[in-house]
């Protein structure tokens, strides 16, 4: 499953360019999926596969790393949110126009770890603060002529001095493991929603 380059992605015509300007993008990953009609959105993508917000399914193999990192996240205290005047979250940069477009409210509980910035039809960001990172997943669905194309972004604000050690500690992991297995998990349900 391809990393794509960030001046590729840059040029994609999505809410997150300007919104997220100044927070660096830590990388950026996409997969072509079959065209088997026009007009498909990432909202109805997610709604018709029965998924909720996002057509992800891990795998065993990213379940127990996922296991592994809340454990330790538990034991080392990393998953605590920093107090509330320490940081601000992503959504206090929404506008009266994104958060009417929104398919679901700014701060809505997404998984375990995740919240709501925006949900628009063919993009999604959702942010997670702790005390490791402040980041943001980005989720986008864009059609070409002869494909879609899911676009799956990661963005990274230090919030201390172990914000680059922790992600490099992590990018293995998330680079040979985690996101092919979600990108792959991503085809799989779109062929079986719309094959």
Known sequence: MPQI????FEQLPLRVHDFLAGVPLHDVWAIDLRHTRPGITLDEFSRRAGAGAHPFKDSPATCALIDLRLFLGRL????????????ESFATRLTATDRS??????GKREGL???VVYRFENEQLLELINRTAHAAALSALVET???YRFYFGVYVQNVGRFTPVYMALIDPFRK??????????V?????????
């Open 5 to 8: 380059s960030m001046p590729e």
């Open 76 to 87: 080392f205290g990393w998953d605590r949110e920093p107090p509330a005047n320490a940081w």
């Open 101 to 106: 477009k929104s398919l679901a409210p700014a």
């Open 113 to 115: 770890v995740f919240r």
């Open 145 to 147: 002529a002869n494909a």
């Open 176 to 185: 040979l493991i985690v996101y092919p297995s979600l990108l792959r998990s």
């Open 187 to 195: 085809r799989e349900t779109w062929n079986q929603t719309f094959g």
